[in-house]
C-alpha cells in the first residue's frame, strides 16, 4: 500500500542504522568469533589459522574439568556472596536511617556523595593502593594494628589466601554499598506516600513501616540490585588480577582473571579461554534472563500507557501533516 | 508509638550520626593516606607507614618516575583522547537510536526494543577472544579506533534516553518543525538534542568515567608504551622497579585519584542524581 506524503517510519530505520551496524561489528561478530574459537584448537601467539577439533566439545571438557577453573569459580562466586550480603544489609540500614520521616537525619547529601565516591574511583588504582595499605612488612594497616595494640608484630596478609580473599570482598562492598544506598533511597522516595500516612495513622512505628512498607515496595529493585551486582561479580577482573594477580595459590583467582591468563599469557590458549568465556556467558545469560522476566512485566505496564499516548499523538500528526503537506 | 518511646530520640541520632561518620572516613582514610604518603620518604613510610601530616618528598617521589615505565602524562593524553572520543560517540548516538525509537512509528521497533533490554546485560568482556582476534587480523591492535568506535552502540545508554524521552518529548514541537520545511535530521540536531540536554550530561558523565577506568580492553590490545592509557600506567606501578620506591608508587596512585576527585566534587550533586535515577528505571 502506498501512502501519500511523507513516510516518517523510514527515519526510524535510517536512525537506528548506526546503532546496529556498530552492535553487528563490534559485539555480535565478536560473540560468534569467541564461540567459533571455543571448538578449535586455535592456540599460540601469531598465528591466524585453526580448524575444529575432532571431539567438538574438547575444550569444554577440558574446562570443566581444569582444578584451576573450579577453583575460579567457587572463588568469584564466594567473594560475590562474602561482598553482596553485607553490602545489601548495610545499604537497607542506611536507607531506613535516610527515609525515616520522623527522626530526619541531617547532611545526607553529603554522606551520600562520600560514601558513593570510591565508586567512580579507578579500580586499577584501588587495587594497588590497597595492596600497598597491606604491604609486609611496613604497610599502612601494619602500622596501624601495631599503634593500636592490636598486634604486637607485622602479619604478611598477602599471604594468607582467606585473608585476601576477605579484602578484595571488603573492597568490592566498599566500593559498593554507597550505590545500593542511593538507589534503594530514591526508590523508597518513589513509594505512595499516602502509604506512610495511612500507616502512621494507623500508630506503625518507625520499623513497622519500614519492614511492612518500605521493604515489599522495594522488591523490584532489591531484585535489580542483585542481578546487576552478580553479573558485574562474576565479571570481576582489574581488582583480583592487581591486588594479588590470582594469588596467593589461586586463592583470589576469578574466573575472568582465568580466562584471561589462558589466552593472554604463557601458553595463548584462546580456544579454551573461549570455552571458558561461553561457560561464562551461560551462567550470566540464565542471570539475565531472569531478571527479563522479572522487570519485563512491572516496566510493560507503565511504559505501554506512555507508548499508547505517544503512538496516537505520532497518527495525530502524520495525518496533520499530510493534509498540511497537500 | 510505644515502641518509639524505648530508644530516646537522642540515642538514636549519636548512633546514626556516629555510625554514618565512621563509613565516612572509611572512604576517606585510605585515599587520605595515599596522598599524605605521596609526600614522604620511603625512608619514612618504612619505620611508620601511618601519617596524618605531610612531608617534604613530594619532588624528589616524582623524580623517581622519570625515564621509567610510569609516565602519567603519557597516560592521561591517551585516556583523554579515548574517554573524549568514545563519550561524544555514546552521547550522541544513544540520543540518535533513542529518538528513533520514541518518534516514528515503524514496524521493528517494539522488536528493536526488545532486543537492546535483552543485550544490556552481556559484558563486552566475554566476547574479548573473538575482539581480540579481530582486530588482530585487521591490525587494530595499538590503535585506539577498537576502543572508541564500539561506544556507538550502547545498549543501556540507549534505555535511559528513551526513557527520558519519553517523559520529555512533545511530539507537537517535532511537528512544528516538519511544517516549517525542516528535515528530519535538521529536527534532531536543532531541536531534539537541546531538549535532551539534562539527560546527555548525566549519561556522559558515566560513560566518561566508565571508560576512563576502562582497564580489561586496553590492556588486552595496546602493547606499545606509548599508547598506554591511564589504568594500564597504574599497573606499571606493581612491577619490580617500584617494589622499593613507596613514596613514589603512592604519589603515582594519587596523580591518577586526582583528576577524578576534581570531577567528581565538582559534579557531585548530578552524579548522585544520575545514580538514583539508575534505580528509579525499575
Known sequence: MRRKGVNYARYGYIFSIPFVITYLVFQLYPLLFTTIIGFTDYKGIGKI???????IFGNFKLILKNPSFQVSLKNTFGMWILNFIPQILLALLLTAWFTNNRRKIKGQGFFKVVFYMPNIITQATIAILFYQLFQYPTGPVNSLLQNMGIMDASYNFLLNKTVSRGIIAFIQFWMWYGYTMI??????????PELYEASEIDGATSRQTFFKITIPNLRTILLFTLVTSLVGGLNMFDIPKL???????????????????????GSYMYNRAAAASLIMFGIIAICSAALFLIMYDKDEARIRKLEKKQQKALRKIEKETRRLAK | MRHEVTIPQKLYKIFVYVACISLAILSILPFYIMFVNATRGTYEIQSNAISLIPSKYLGSNYAVFDGKSFSPVIGFVNSMIISIGATALTAYFSSLTAYALVAYNWKLRQPFFAFILAVMMVPAQLTSIGFYQFMYRIKWTNSFLPLILPAIAAPTVVFFMRQYLLGTLSLDIVNSGRIDGAGEFHIFNRIV????????????IFAFVASWNNYFMPSILLTNREKYTMPIMISQLKGDIYKTEYGSVYLGLALTVLPLFVVYFSLSKYIIAGVALGGVKE
Do not use: H
Open chain 1, 49 to 55: 589459522d585453526f580448524k575444529f577439533l575432532e571431539d
Open chain 1, 183 to 192: 538507589i534503594l533511597v530514591s526508590g523508597a522516595l518513589g513509594i505512595n
Open chain 1, 243 to 265: 591486588f594479588n594477580n590470582g594469588g596467593p595459590d589461586n586463592g583470589t583467582l576469578t574466573s575472568s582473571v582465568f580466562i584471561y591468563n589462558q589466552a593472554f599469557s
Open chain 2, 193 to 204: 538534542i537541546p531538549i535532551m540536554k539534562p539527560a546527555i550530561a548525566t549519561q556522559a
